[in-house]
């Protein structure tokens, strides 16, 4: 069994938002060498998320709008009373989800047509690690 | 290690609509000789889903109900402005999850009384893909 | 491959509590033996969550209130008309995720700072189960 383990980081200009990461995880994939596999990436914060959907703007919007809905981010949250203010962000990001698990067939991501890997930062502006481990042979 | 890669279709009548496949699993997994290992059964499209609960129509029934009052179907999505009117559906399908990873043990799905794995369709009424990986010895 | 499997047991006073497993999940990955590879997390009752968060008590509340306004726990659910009570419990395990899937590196869990392994209980006080298994070499 082959593995590697690699890091992205990242460093939004805003509080939320979205990044493509498709062609990373592709590149550490490719670098691994490992042809059928999985591929687990998760966020490494408890405030940002690692999800699979669309590369399209609006749709990108859609969701930032709807999660704003499903969890507002002025609250009397009982964790901003340590001090913190981004209750509203550990919420978020359990919606988006911590973590996805890719296979890997024939040395690349086995992805259906518009599959795209997305880091979801919902505390950003400041340094954060996505974490890329390859399992397999 | 040994992986196995194989792929279900699935073409709903309705435009929501959940289907048990853990039997289709099953089997995969039997076929694959593995005995202890993992599974990943992931959506291939970005509008359905796969997750793990109950085989019980009312409940399936009440998911579907409170999908559609956390994911109003009607609004001015922007991505709807595209020519698409999905945008409900990636939303809803990120609430359910893509995917699932299942222990086998002893050459079967290592499972809970309960556990069943359903396909979660959001925009159907047309052929879509779930990929099914097996890796393990 | 190495592979171990081993279950979790909890029995919860009260019928929605979340319980830190991290420690207990660290001890069977040190006992697999296993230096590098996944361990994969779940509950095996589809009441019932694992989830990766924070360890604040303030914030396990702010997870409660939240989850009790996505999800009403009194409404009238097709699922309870089979003589159950737990409709929302089904609901709520969706949002909070059946599993994690956890990289091991050098023989721990490759953790970011803050990150801890939960069980979620939303259907409690009886026992239920939680499979841990490891995979790697």
Chains 1, 2, 3 share one sequence.
Do not use: C
Request: hydrophobic letters at 40%; charged letters at 30%; glycine letters at 8%.
């Amino acid at each position: 069994m082959k593995s590697l383990t690699e890091h992205l980081w990242f460093n939004t200009k805003n509080r939320i938002e979205f990044i493509n990461m498709t062609d990373k995880v592709e590149y550490i994939v490719k670098k691994s060498d490992v042809k059928e596999g999985l591929v687990l990436v998760n966020a490494m914060h408890i405030t940002s998320s690692v999800y699979i959907n669309d590369a399209e703007s609006g749709l990108i919007n859609d969701f930032q709008k709807w999660l704003k809905e499903l969890v507002p981010m002025g609250e009397d949250y009982q964790h901003n009373f340590t001090g913190e203010d981004n209750a509203y962000a550990h919420l978020m990001r359990t919606v988006m989800g911590r973590e996805v698990v890719v296979a890997i067939s024939n040395g690349k991501l086995d992805f259906g047509p518009w599959e795209q890997i997305y880091y979801g930062e919902f505390d950003g502006k400041r340094k954060k690690r996505v974490m890329v481990k390859v399992i397999g042979e």
